[in-house]
């Protein structure tokens, strides 16, 4: 009798242990503040010192971005600049000595003027010229100089200058008068090429000798052509070119003689090709159905070499030290921030030098976007990439929101982003659709929202709403529509001309007037603004009739569903106007409408500050409205926060 309970004991013990199993993600995860989600740092750029032991980076730990040196072996950043207005960004230590270059505009003005840091801490203006934008293109061969371009002369085109750094003065390289874009320059200081946009995706490519001021056409037909970089020797020039293709692929320009060959094709679009500084090796960048692949090939062999991994990360961007036996890389991913590593090519030593997420952060507990596809109402195929909610389940569906990428012609990615994390860690699917009009899926579909934009393209995100609405998990009866900028337009005409579609909208800074925002564009954009009229309507011509019936702002009567809307007051693309007219239009409906401005931000918030504000209220107001959560209380004030 003894042996018979003794068996029934352990086979009852078994039988609990095997039904015990690991609690899943959604058992575990824990919910983040805006706060905890946001104080996940981000980095960008890395500079080799000219002794390789320090790497000169931005950062926005102190809230804004500001400079950084790091060194090389791993160890403690240090702060170079403190600014608490405006952002600072690095560009380059200076090749042979320890000054550096950095860039500052005013609150998001995107009139931006290059600095110098001396070694001594002090900053000098190079560009001091009051309302003149310069940018910074590369060092000179013999790293004896730079060039970078302003519209000092005239606001309205990019000229061409070369700065001295033993004097720190420049000279007009290049005179624009035609209103072409600058890139690169070759190694002997002979050549610049130079690019007139036709459309959004075509251009001519041109290269111009600096001496006998002779323009040579590259394209042979009309296409989207991109320079990239001249040979090491400069014996050749290499550019990017669609002629014939759906996606670019890139091409050699014999100097001597003009021939031409196809030098790298791809199944994706090639997106940038250099050449590193002693010729050793050629970086090319493919955008690869929404992420960057990089392939780095030894130019004297014709061979790949090797990149380093990182566990469970893509490699995202590298930079090599001009001696070419160091690189930079960043390594991350959707549930990931990118964290930056030094790479010995010579020992194959790798170095992580960055922990970003914040260590409150459970890295589990972020979620990894997928890849899919759905069947349009014609019948296109459309990309999207998904982010589905750990706690999503058929017992537990969860509200879900379409989101649309700036543009047009933008491209929704694979990269980390805090807010769609933020959004999904607090139960909100996201789906980010590259809709008819989008970059990185060949030609054709880039040019199907050619005038036609608030159309097919808002089809496409209504399908996309659609096939929401049939995944398990999703409640199909809670599902809003956001976006920013060109995505900001496309939430408006959501709510305009498919106002029964969404059950929310979230506007940041997006277009609702196009005939105002057309005729106001900066006048740095007049090198393509022939060519945005093009693809979206010539605001001085009877395109404006069809410009007012796609504008949101005149038709904001047909809005039903409630709104926030969020703008930086020093936005140069999209006027606050903007959203104060449409603010005050919807709010005549008697729908919930309510309004974020930032006097000190431009187009798009890079303040971690504002940041946290933006993206507190939005979940405030996503709670309250599509999830159903709390009170539908006063609105948010208007004014600064």
């Not at 290269?207 to 002779?214: A, D, G, H, I, R």
């Not at 992580?352 to 195929?381: C, H, M, W, Y």
């Not at 096939?467 to 995505?487: F, H, N, R, V």
């Not at 187009?603 to 971690?608: A, L, Q």
Request: charged content about 25%; proline content about 4%.
């Amino acid at each position: 009798m003894k042996k018979i309970i003794a068996i029934a004991v352990i086979a009852l013990i078994w039988s609990c242990k095997k039904e015990e199993k690991t609690p899943s993600i959604a058992e575990t995860m824990k919910t983040y503040t805006i706060d905890q989600m946001m104080d996940n740092e981000a980095i960008g750029g890395g500079s080799f010192s000219p002794d390789k032991s320090k790497l000169l980076i931005s950062s926005n730990r102190s809230g804004i971005y500001n400079m950084y040196t790091i060194p090389s072996t791993g160890g403690e950043m240090v702060p170079i600049t403190q600014s608490d207005s405006s952002s600072v960004f690095s560009i380059s230590y200076f090749p042979k000595d320890e000054r550096m270059l950095f860039r500052m505009d005013n609150n998001g003005d995107e009139i931006y003027h290059i600095f110098v840091m001396e070694t001594d801490g002090t900053h000098k203006d190079l560009t001091p010229e009051e309302g003149a934008r310069s940018l910074f293109y590369q060092w000179s061969q013999d790293r004896a100089s730079f060039f970078y371009g302003s519209n000092k002369r005239d606001k309205r085109f990019m000229d061409l200058y070369e700065m001295d750094l033993g004097t720190m003065e420049s000279k007009l390289v290049y005179q624009n008068e035609d209103g072409y874009d600058v890139s690169a320059i070759s190694p002997d200081k002979k050549f610049v090429s130079l690019s007139k946009s036709i459309n959004t995706n075509d251009s001519d490519l041109f290269l111009y000798n600096l001496e006998t001021k002779e323009l040579t056409k590259i394209n042979e037909t009309q296409s989207g052509n991109s320079a990239q970089d001249f040979s090491h020797d400069g014996s050749a020039f290499y550019y990017t070119t669609d002629d014939g293709s759906e996606f670019a692929y890139l091409m050699k320009y014999k100097m001597a003689d003009g021939s031409r060959e196809k030098a790298m094709a791809r199944d994706w679009d090639i997106v940038g090709s250099y050449f590193t500084h002693d010729g050793t090796y050629q970086v090319t960048y493919i955008n690869e159905d929404a992420k960057s692949t990089i392939e780095v090939m030894e130019v004297a062999t014709g061979k790949n070499i090797d990149l380093p991994t990182v566990e469970n990360m893509e490699i995202t961007s590298v930079s090599f030290s001009d001696d070419e036996t160091m690189m930079r890389f960043y390594a991350g991913g959707s549930f990931t921030p990118s964290n930056l590593y030094v790479y010995n090519l010579e020992t194959k030593e790798q170095t992580k030098l960055t922990n970003v997420l914040n260590p409150e952060i459970q890295a589990q507990d972020l979620v990894k976007a997928e890849v899919i596809r759905f069947k349009s109402f014609d019948g296109l195929e459309i990309p999207a990439i998904y982010y589905k909610p750990h706690q999503a389940s058929a017992e537990n569906p969860v509200p879900a929101l379409v989101w649309v990428h700036g543009g047009p012609g933008g491209q929704s990615t694979q990269n980390f982003s805090a807010f769609i994390q933020y959004l999904v860690n607090h139960g909100y699917a996201v789906l980010a659709v590259n809709n008819r009009g989008s970059s990185g899926y060949g030609k054709s579909f880039y040019q199907m929202d050619d005038l036609n934009h608030g159309d097919k393209d808002l089809k496409d995100c209504v399908e996309g709403k659609n096939w929401l609405a049939q995944q398990p998990g999703i409640d199909g009866e809670k599902i809003g529509i956001i976006g920013g900028s060109y995505g900001g337009y496309m939430t408006m005409a959501a709510l305009t001309y498919a106002p029964e579609e969404f059950d929310v909208g979230v506007n940041l800074f997006g277009v609702t007037n196009w005939i105002r925002t057309l005729k106001s564009i900066p006048p740095w954009w007049e090198s393509f603004k022939d060519a945005l009229y093009k693809e979206l309507g010539d605001p001085y011509s009877a395109d404006s009739v069809r410009l007012k019936q796609i504008s949101p702002l005149f038709h904001t009567d047909k809005v039903t569903k409630p709104l926030i809307v969020l703008q930086g007051s020093q936005d140069p693309r999209v006027l606050q106007a903007e959203s104060d007219e449409i603010v005050a239009g919807v709010r005549k409906n008697g729908v919930p409408v309510e309004y974020v401005l930032f006097e000190d931000e431009g187009h798009g918030f890079v303040k971690k500050e504002n940041q946290i504000t933006a993206y507190s209220k939005i979940l405030e107001f996503l709670d309250v409205y599509l999830k159903g959560e709390g009170e539908q209380g006063t609105p948010i004030k208007d004014g600064n926060l």
